[in-house]
């Protein structure tokens, strides 16, 4: 799955729509409060880490770094 598909899942998933999450990102971080803006930058998947986390945190989760285990 690529990153755009993958994060349009977990905004389904949240049940949210795609406008409803930029405006949130819009509000609380300063984004841009253009969807399309939005839609383009998971696109080119040129999202930065930053704002993988202020996304994250708009739809209710945490990014947590784990080790992987070894076979």
Do not use: C, H, P
């Not at 409060?33 to 383009?40: G, Q, R, V």
């Not at 880490?49 to 076979?71: D, P, S, T």
């Amino acid at each position: 799955m690529n990153v755009k598909n993958e994060i349009k899942s977990i905004i389904v998933r949240s049940g949210m729509t795609m406008q409803q999450v930029v405006d949130l990102l819009y509000e609380e971080y300063g984004w841009s409060d253009s969807l399309s803006n939005f839609s383009a930058k998971l696109s080119r998947e040129s999202l930065r880490y930053k704002e993988a986390l202020e996304l994250a945190q708009v739809l209710g989760y945490e990014i947590v770094w784990k080790k992987k285990e070894e076979n």
